[in-house]
């Protein structure tokens, strides 16, 4: 199996786009190619809200 290409979540589009392909997802079969895309849009998506929580913190 190839390497997937990282998603990365840059602002609010990229992020309903990801949360959407999330649910087109769904559960995917353990090791398989969509499971590995699930796993880097979820991870992309917790570093974005996180960005974004922080800065809403901070009055941004």
Do not use: F, Y
């Amino acid at each position: 199996m190839t390497e997937p290409k990282k998603p990365i979540v840059r602002c609010e589009d990229d992020h309903d786009r990801a949360l959407q392909r999330v649910a087109e997802l769904g559960n995917p079969p353990q090791g398989s190619e969509e499971e590995a895309e699930l796993i880097g849009l979820v991870e992309a998506i917790e570093k974005w809200e996180a960005r974004r929580d922080e800065a809403e913190s901070w009055g941004e």
